[in-house]
């Protein structure tokens, strides 16, 4: 029940700060017997690597994991699993004014006021970095639930939509935006980009899927499947939104058009119905239906920009700021990866919740 | 970490279905010597009620709250406090047809899914009489803040939105709709009535404040404010996305307008800043700012509709289905107090692992 | 996480005061489809019930459970399960000192210094009276570990110990005390009522013995099998001590006399070894080695007497205290069916984390 | 409410094998502002520090503890405090027998059992190698409870006690056996010569005693105090017994006898009262009392041993072992310091559960 641990039985704990020695992950639960290496985690991470493209943060970090326990000649023990991730491009200097002024739209005040103090460089705790932790626990949660297959992408930015009708998964790898739409991407090429020149930055929607999951993962009432997905997306970085299946949407539509009718599988089977369609994003009552499981995050535009901005110092006294240092003009588009471990490690947890209570 | 409890040292736990002989909730962890009675917990029940108009469900309920344990002389010991809800109008004769085949949007294949059958009876433990465990619970919870005010309302309903320029809290509390703004209320009465003649139903938007809430309440990264908050809505039955401030509106955003801009306290003291504005809704970094906390939840319309919709049965044949019963025309209007409720339990348990690890 | 809760994924939290109207558990995380109905519980319920002989305290109490949800035609439905227990004999009269000055031994000055005031009557949350919860919750917990066999019973009273070569289990039920042992069941008949007749109370050993267990449960490192039993039964009122196998017994042998040799299953299959003692009470590292889980609780003796003791008021000022009421001569007693619930409801939850981890 | 964590509010989480590449823990939870730097943790666990004397294992460890998080400026930021020890002296060869029989009295079986296969080298995860981490979460639990002292020391070896009318606090740290009474030591001295020149081991046991503990922490009825520290004590390995203050020999009293009698505080004050005794061991109704918290733990000899011993191989077949490697002959001595490592994690937990419900 610590506060930077998330998950039930299945669950995992981070640490570390941006300016730290390194930060990390410890993921306890894990089932025995899994596959795992390096080499299993190190692709994911290096999706959400920073300095890949003009359009993220021109921080350079190797972001190289290592397993320091709990998996033993190449498989999981049933051990803590703990991974370690140093910090290697730390520039302290960049954040000295930060330790005076307070960053709108940034933890600092409320760290302040909730702590007394803060590690102000680079965001301390607070800092996006953290999520790289997150990524790494999320490479071992898909060892979990091989049966899922999971993939995020960014369907808006600053406002500018993707056309669904141009929808080509093969395409979210091909371009620095994970967007599935080309037509999209060329566009926020150069919509982030002059975001970027201005100094300003960007809000992005990131919506995720997650296929493949039985009927029946989730525990109600207050385990649900769709509050676990609310919680653990709702604490990455700069979320401020989450809809599940057709969300803020459902609540324009009359009860028969959102309703999701069923029909017998075609194969004949009793093994669960045919759903004609998906308004819930795979979750009824808190629990799976089969369905795939769909959700939409926004995330806000990066707070730290060089268009100064009103704020106080510590003493109390107006200043204005503009914060320099190594930004993301859209945050959002580094959530991806962050996005599909937290679906991840949700899933991996419910699944053994499930088991716990229902067997096989 | 029981499926149906939630918080973390102020912790409540729910039981029960429809059409059990009650419903209840076990408090435990909240502090000593304060003043509770069934007085303090009724009226809250007494919104929730349903029956009070042609806008909800014609269930008759008394809602009598009783309190078994935990109070001696007015006041809360420290030990659990267990509250107590007779079911008395059970109709269980309505429901025969549902233990054959799925209602679309229910939580009925689900759970037979998960558990290998279900209580149909009325939706049984998925059943929104469920709520009204959380909204004596809720009433407990205020006591544990009397800082804090917190109201909701209904801000759309079938899309149709209230004026923000009408404006008028005292409204609230004036029409069967907990509308702020007269004129929708009016609009709303022939919407609804509308949907409930067509057997059909209605979303809703649901939005809440919390007025009061000091800086430093949060506890990150895995029990930020925010994700706490999105965790306890989105176990609301019907609830399908939550914004925490500007929600999806900061992703349309640039960073300079999305900023919160801070000058110091008109006052001259440093008790915290004057915020100019409010787009991150009282939360940053997953701790309050000292602003209002604010929030938006969207409510699916009611699944249960008099509209037949193909489904399956539990053998797995084809089947249309129509819900006769008792249902809420729009069930996001009576959200409105467990809306209140659960934010009343998060920040009442947030203000205590404050505590825990700040002191005072 | 709540303090009245016990278990992880099969969960129960009590709630009630020895005055109040009813005391009552709410278990969680029970998998569904098992058979249960009051016919379940109630027998353990008689075992531990006041005033069934002149060596318990002559407290009337029906002890009838009501189960409230979590069951329907049945069986278990994987809801929470409520039982609740009516207070039926309260003299509240009994106990008006008891709100002036501190009873020795008892919570009465713990509870004031934490809480600033107490429910102080019949020990209010204190009092043993909560332990029916237990058992009602541990009879749940029974049906969840059919392959599991407990039983336990009293092995020495006011130090006067069973003679184990005379061990038959088949007294256990025979005789007030659980005693397994004729003999010295009929010496402690004069021993306890001549501590009844003096005012005066014994403590007693209670051992229990899980036989069953497979080879596996058990979650190390802070979920130990043998922590978890020692964190049930030290909870158990006026226990003081818990040894688990030979417990201090093995700090006394040399490492060749406390080893549990094995040698291959007699069968010559390869389902587990043949041990060739058990020192260790079944518990390896933490886990169940598939020998029978052995463990010996101590019960101090009952703190209410009518001898007069030392103490001080509420207001700081010196007293002596005689404890009236009605209370256990030698609540170790009565302690047997507790011991035994607790055991069934740590067992019960290490079977379902067991196979959240590692499968069925 | 993972495995390899303990605590509530203050949770630590250890990771690490014994022969992996490091070991450590995360603590989370704590207070901020506390003074905390390597050199606070380091003495504590040069205390445990392995190789020593001749009286515990060969094995070389500097066991030099690094601080990677939570510490900004010599003070603890409230984040999580990340602790890493390197293992240096990892002599993989001399376990590669424990790879295919199973040594009586480790974890060997058990875990082949719970996790289908185990990394054996040292004993893995269930090695005491991993109490180190404990140690150091222990002190940083310290930081949090300046008010209260914490000490522990053997009292017994082998069948051996010491004489308590010789106790002299000063002589615990002046010989190999953190003993008390030196004419113990001296005796003990020969005879754990004796045991180890025998390839043999001896039992022990541990009192630890906790002074300055105000009255009022503990949380009823589940995370009683004295359930607490039971649980705490019993994870340690080969551990197998607990007692609270008089333990089972409370059980053998009647109740004038056990009685702690209070006298008004000699002082005139009413900050609590003077008690008489304290057979309670500081704790009632799981409530510290003010008291000295006291408890005592058996450790069981040391199972790795040179004396062949009778099992069985993975394959079943029959075999004899010797435990070769470098071993403790008597592993409760270096179990002094992790005895009171988890003394203080339990009440740094207990004291800032206790400021979360009922304030400072």
Redesign the interface.
């Known amino acids: 029940?610590?506060?930077?641990?998330?998950?039930?039985?299945f669950?995992f704990?981070?640490?570390?700060?941006s300016h730290?020695?390194?930060?990390?992950a410890?993921v306890?639960?894990?089932?025995?017997?899994l596959p795992l290496s390096e080499a299993d985690i190190q692709p994911w991470l290096d999706l959400r690597k920073p300095g890949t493209s003009k359009f993220t943060t021109q921080r350079r970090e190797a972001d190289e994991v290592?397993i320091?326990?709990?998996v033993?000649e190449g498989?999981t023990?049933?051990?803590?699993?703990?991974l370690l991730i140093d910090n290697m491009d730390q520039r302290s200097k960049d954040y000295s004014d930060v330790a005076k002024a307070?960053r709108?739209?940034?933890?600092?005040?409320?760290?302040d006021?909730?702590?007394?103090?803060?590690?102000y460089r680079g965001g301390?705790?607070?800092s996006a970095r953290?999520t790289a932790s997150r990524v790494a626990a999320g490479a071992v949660a898909r060892a979990v639930i091989p049966e899922v297959d999971i993939f995020a992408y960014v369907s808006?930015i600053?406002?500018d939509a993707i056309d669904y009708a141009r929808f080509d998964a093969a395409q979210i790898g091909q371009n620095p935006f994970f967007c599935p739409d080309p037509a999209a991407a060329a566009r926020w090429e150069a919509l982030v980009d002059t975001?970027r020149l201005d100094g300003?930055?960007?809000?992005?929607?990131v919506e995720c899927v997650a296929a493949g999951v039985p009927?029946?993962?989730?525990?109600?009432?207050?385990?649900?499947l769709?509050?676990?997905?609310?919680?653990?997306?709702?604490?990455i970085n700069a979320?401020?939104?989450?809809?599940?299946?057709?969300?803020?949407a459902?609540?324009?539509?009359?009860?028969?058009?959102?309703?999701?009718?069923?029909?017998?599988?075609l194969d004949g089977?009793?093994d669960?119905?045919l759903f004609?369609a998906n308004?819930?994003?795979g979750?009824?009552?808190?629990?799976?239906?089969?369905q795939p499981v769909k959700l939409?995050v926004?995330?806000?535009?990066?707070?730290?920009?060089l268009?100064p901005?009103?704020?106080?110092t510590r003493?109390?006294?107006?200043s204005d700021i503009i914060t320099k240092g190594r930004h993301d003009p859209c945050v959002?588009i580094r959530g991806v990866p962050v996005v599909e471990a937290m679906m991840a490690l949700v899933l991996a947890d419910q699944k053994?919740?499930?088991?716990?209570?229902?067997?096989?």
């Open positions: 029940m610590s506060f930077n641990s998330f998950g039930r039985v669950r704990t981070t640490w570390g700060e730290g020695p390194a930060i990390g410890v306890d639960g894990c089932p025995p017997g290592r320091l326990s709990g033993f498989r023990t049933g051990t803590p699993i703990s307070y709108p739209g940034h933890a600092d005040y409320a760290y006021a909730k702590y007394g103090f803060r590690d301390g705790r607070s953290e808006e600053g406002g975001a300003s930055s960007l809000g992005a929607v009927a029946g993962w989730g525990a109600p009432l207050y385990a649900k769709d509050s676990e997905l609310a919680s653990a997306m709702m604490s979320v401020k939104g989450v809809e599940i299946g057709d969300g803020f459902a609540a324009r539509l009359r009860g028969e058009q959102n309703a999701d009718p069923m029909r017998p599988a089977s009793n669960g119905p004609l308004h819930a994003g979750i009824a009552g808190g629990i799976s239906t089969g939409r926004a995330f806000k535009p990066t707070s730290s920009i268009i901005v009103e704020t106080v003493d109390g006294a107006a959002g053994l919740l499930h088991r716990a209570q229902c067997g096989e």
